[in-house]
T-cell receptor, first 114, second 114 residues
Protein backbone atom coordinates (compact mmCIF):
# COMPACT_ATOMS: atom_id res chain seq x y z
CA UNK A 1 0.00 0.00 0.00
CA UNK A 2 1.12 3.54 -0.67
CA UNK A 3 2.38 5.26 2.46
CA UNK A 4 4.29 8.27 3.66
CA UNK A 5 6.57 8.07 6.65
CA UNK A 6 7.80 10.96 8.74
CA UNK A 7 10.47 9.73 11.10
CA UNK A 8 10.46 12.56 13.59
CA UNK A 9 7.21 12.85 15.50
CA UNK A 10 8.24 15.60 17.88
CA UNK A 11 11.26 17.85 17.47
CA UNK A 12 12.39 20.47 19.96
CA UNK A 13 14.99 23.01 18.87
CA UNK A 14 16.39 26.27 20.13
CA UNK A 15 16.17 29.35 17.96
CA UNK A 16 18.88 29.57 15.29
CA UNK A 17 19.35 25.79 15.25
CA UNK A 18 19.22 24.01 11.92
CA UNK A 19 16.26 21.83 11.04
CA UNK A 20 15.89 18.70 8.98
CA UNK A 21 12.65 16.72 8.93
CA UNK A 22 12.66 13.37 7.21
CA UNK A 23 10.01 12.13 4.80
CA UNK A 24 10.01 8.84 2.90
CA UNK A 25 7.32 7.42 0.71
CA UNK A 26 6.54 4.05 -0.77
CA UNK A 27 5.43 4.36 -4.37
CA UNK A 28 7.35 3.24 -7.41
CA UNK A 29 5.94 5.58 -10.02
CA UNK A 30 6.01 9.29 -10.62
CA UNK A 31 4.93 11.41 -7.67
CA UNK A 32 4.24 15.00 -6.76
CA UNK A 33 5.66 15.90 -3.34
CA UNK A 34 4.54 18.54 -0.88
CA UNK A 35 5.29 19.92 2.53
CA UNK A 36 2.42 21.62 4.32
CA UNK A 37 2.60 23.50 7.61
CA UNK A 38 -0.17 23.99 10.16
CA UNK A 39 0.53 26.76 12.65
CA UNK A 40 -1.37 26.57 15.94
CA UNK A 41 -5.02 27.39 15.31
CA UNK A 42 -4.46 28.00 11.61
CA UNK A 43 -5.18 26.11 8.43
CA UNK A 44 -2.84 23.99 6.35
CA UNK A 45 -0.55 26.11 4.23
CA UNK A 46 1.71 25.00 1.41
CA UNK A 47 5.40 25.39 2.26
CA UNK A 48 6.84 24.01 -0.95
CA UNK A 49 6.28 21.43 -3.65
CA UNK A 50 8.18 19.31 -6.14
CA UNK A 51 6.73 18.23 -9.45
CA UNK A 52 9.77 17.83 -11.71
CA UNK A 53 13.11 19.41 -12.59
CA UNK A 54 15.63 20.63 -10.03
CA UNK A 55 15.36 18.25 -7.05
CA UNK A 56 16.25 21.04 -4.65
CA UNK A 57 13.19 23.19 -4.18
CA UNK A 58 12.86 26.39 -2.21
CA UNK A 59 9.70 27.36 -0.42
CA UNK A 60 8.38 30.15 1.71
CA UNK A 61 9.93 31.39 4.96
CA UNK A 62 13.41 30.09 4.15
CA UNK A 63 12.45 26.42 3.89
CA UNK A 64 13.84 24.10 1.25
CA UNK A 65 13.54 20.42 0.46
CA UNK A 66 15.51 17.92 -1.56
CA UNK A 67 13.98 15.13 -3.58
CA UNK A 68 16.22 12.06 -3.72
CA UNK A 69 14.53 9.64 -6.06
CA UNK A 70 16.79 6.69 -5.26
CA UNK A 71 15.94 7.00 -1.58
CA UNK A 72 12.25 7.83 -2.06
CA UNK A 73 12.86 10.79 0.21
CA UNK A 74 11.82 14.42 0.35
CA UNK A 75 13.42 15.92 3.44
CA UNK A 76 12.62 19.41 4.64
CA UNK A 77 15.38 21.75 5.80
CA UNK A 78 15.85 25.18 7.24
CA UNK A 79 19.29 26.54 8.21
CA UNK A 80 18.12 28.61 11.17
CA UNK A 81 14.72 28.18 12.81
CA UNK A 82 12.74 30.89 14.56
CA UNK A 83 10.23 30.69 17.39
CA UNK A 84 7.51 31.46 14.82
CA UNK A 85 8.31 28.18 13.05
CA UNK A 86 6.62 26.29 15.89
CA UNK A 87 3.96 24.28 14.08
CA UNK A 88 2.91 20.88 12.76
CA UNK A 89 4.62 19.86 9.53
CA UNK A 90 3.10 17.38 7.10
CA UNK A 91 4.78 15.71 4.18
CA UNK A 92 2.33 14.66 1.44
CA UNK A 93 2.66 12.60 -1.69
CA UNK A 94 0.42 12.54 -4.69
CA UNK A 95 0.98 9.49 -6.91
CA UNK A 96 0.68 10.07 -10.63
CA UNK A 97 -2.71 9.73 -12.21
CA UNK A 98 -5.86 11.73 -12.11
CA UNK A 99 -7.36 10.66 -8.82
CA UNK A 100 -6.22 13.74 -6.95
CA UNK A 101 -5.51 11.63 -3.91
CA UNK A 102 -3.02 13.20 -1.51
CA UNK A 103 -1.41 10.88 1.02
CA UNK A 104 -0.16 12.57 4.17
CA UNK A 105 2.52 11.50 6.60
CA UNK A 106 1.73 11.39 10.30
CA UNK A 107 3.14 14.84 10.86
CA UNK A 108 6.01 16.26 12.89
CA UNK A 109 5.41 18.66 15.72
CA UNK A 110 8.18 21.24 15.80
CA UNK A 111 8.65 23.24 18.97
CA UNK A 112 11.18 26.07 18.84
CA UNK A 113 12.31 27.47 22.16
CA UNK A 114 13.13 31.18 22.24
CA UNK B 1 -6.08 34.84 -4.47
CA UNK B 2 -5.67 31.32 -3.13
CA UNK B 3 -8.49 31.40 -0.63
CA UNK B 4 -10.84 28.61 0.26
CA UNK B 5 -13.52 29.64 2.75
CA UNK B 6 -15.49 27.37 5.03
CA UNK B 7 -18.53 27.98 7.18
CA UNK B 8 -19.29 27.61 9.96
CA UNK B 9 -15.98 27.78 11.85
CA UNK B 10 -17.41 25.75 14.71
CA UNK B 11 -20.40 23.47 14.93
CA UNK B 12 -21.91 21.57 17.84
CA UNK B 13 -24.62 19.06 17.01
CA UNK B 14 -26.52 16.25 18.63
CA UNK B 15 -26.62 12.77 17.21
CA UNK B 16 -30.12 13.26 15.82
CA UNK B 17 -29.45 16.63 14.17
CA UNK B 18 -29.03 17.40 10.49
CA UNK B 19 -26.50 20.05 9.60
CA UNK B 20 -24.43 21.10 6.62
CA UNK B 21 -20.88 22.34 6.14
CA UNK B 22 -20.15 24.75 3.33
CA UNK B 23 -17.00 25.35 1.32
CA UNK B 24 -16.46 27.99 -1.32
CA UNK B 25 -13.67 28.98 -3.68
CA UNK B 26 -13.55 31.57 -6.45
CA UNK B 27 -10.25 30.59 -8.01
CA UNK B 28 -11.83 28.78 -10.96
CA UNK B 29 -10.75 25.43 -9.55
CA UNK B 30 -12.61 22.41 -10.89
CA UNK B 31 -11.54 19.86 -8.30
CA UNK B 32 -12.72 20.03 -4.69
CA UNK B 33 -12.06 17.79 -1.73
CA UNK B 34 -13.32 17.00 1.76
CA UNK B 35 -10.88 15.80 4.41
CA UNK B 36 -11.34 14.82 8.04
CA UNK B 37 -8.61 15.62 10.55
CA UNK B 38 -8.53 14.34 14.11
CA UNK B 39 -6.35 16.07 16.70
CA UNK B 40 -2.62 15.55 16.15
CA UNK B 41 -3.30 13.40 13.07
CA UNK B 42 -2.91 14.03 9.36
CA UNK B 43 -5.90 14.88 7.17
CA UNK B 44 -7.70 11.86 5.74
CA UNK B 45 -9.37 12.12 2.38
CA UNK B 46 -13.13 11.61 2.36
CA UNK B 47 -14.45 12.75 -1.04
CA UNK B 48 -13.15 14.18 -4.30
CA UNK B 49 -15.22 16.08 -6.84
CA UNK B 50 -14.10 16.90 -10.35
CA UNK B 51 -16.21 19.13 -12.57
CA UNK B 52 -19.04 18.83 -10.03
CA UNK B 53 -19.08 15.04 -10.28
CA UNK B 54 -18.11 12.74 -7.43
CA UNK B 55 -14.82 11.14 -8.36
CA UNK B 56 -13.72 9.43 -5.15
CA UNK B 57 -15.60 8.27 -2.06
CA UNK B 58 -13.11 6.81 0.41
CA UNK B 59 -15.66 4.40 1.89
CA UNK B 60 -17.16 7.15 4.00
CA UNK B 61 -20.30 6.22 6.01
CA UNK B 62 -23.57 7.35 4.45
CA UNK B 63 -24.26 9.69 7.36
CA UNK B 64 -21.88 12.02 5.46
CA UNK B 65 -23.38 13.16 2.17
CA UNK B 66 -21.40 15.46 -0.12
CA UNK B 67 -22.87 17.75 -2.71
CA UNK B 68 -21.30 19.99 -5.34
CA UNK B 69 -24.07 22.25 -6.68
CA UNK B 70 -21.69 24.31 -8.83
CA UNK B 71 -18.01 24.69 -9.55
CA UNK B 72 -17.44 27.12 -6.68
CA UNK B 73 -19.37 25.44 -3.94
CA UNK B 74 -19.02 22.19 -2.03
CA UNK B 75 -21.31 21.08 0.77
CA UNK B 76 -21.11 18.26 3.28
CA UNK B 77 -24.46 17.23 4.72
CA UNK B 78 -24.37 15.60 8.11
CA UNK B 79 -27.06 13.38 9.60
CA UNK B 80 -27.16 11.03 12.58
CA UNK B 81 -23.49 11.50 13.37
CA UNK B 82 -21.65 9.72 16.15
CA UNK B 83 -19.41 11.30 18.81
CA UNK B 84 -16.38 9.75 17.09
CA UNK B 85 -17.15 11.92 14.06
CA UNK B 86 -16.02 14.95 16.06
CA UNK B 87 -13.06 16.37 14.14
CA UNK B 88 -11.83 19.23 11.99
CA UNK B 89 -13.37 19.00 8.52
CA UNK B 90 -11.20 20.51 5.85
CA UNK B 91 -12.12 21.50 2.35
CA UNK B 92 -9.52 21.88 -0.38
CA UNK B 93 -9.50 22.75 -4.04
CA UNK B 94 -7.14 22.46 -6.98
CA UNK B 95 -7.31 23.70 -10.53
CA UNK B 96 -7.76 20.19 -11.90
CA UNK B 97 -7.38 16.60 -10.75
CA UNK B 98 -4.35 16.11 -12.94
CA UNK B 99 -0.80 15.57 -11.70
CA UNK B 100 1.11 18.75 -11.08
CA UNK B 101 -1.76 20.47 -9.32
CA UNK B 102 -1.57 21.90 -5.81
CA UNK B 103 -4.38 21.56 -3.31
CA UNK B 104 -5.24 24.68 -1.33
CA UNK B 105 -6.92 24.18 2.00
CA UNK B 106 -9.58 26.11 3.85
CA UNK B 107 -9.45 26.83 7.58
CA UNK B 108 -11.81 24.00 8.41
CA UNK B 109 -14.98 23.53 10.42
CA UNK B 110 -14.42 22.18 13.91
CA UNK B 111 -17.28 19.79 14.58
CA UNK B 112 -18.32 18.47 17.98
CA UNK B 113 -20.95 15.75 18.11
CA UNK B 114 -22.60 15.29 21.48
Amino acid sequence: AQSVSQHNHHVILSEAASLELGCNYSYGGTVNLFWYVQYPGQHLQLLLKYFSGDPLVKGIKGFEAEFIKSKFSFNLRKPSVQWSDTAEYFCAVRPSGNTGKLIFGQGTTLQVKP
Amino acid sequence: DTEVTQTPKHLVMGMTNKKSLKCEQHMGHRAMYWYKQKAKKPPELMFVYSYEKLSINESVPSRFSPECPNSSLLNLHLHALQPEDSALYLCASSLLLASGETQYFGPGTRLLVL
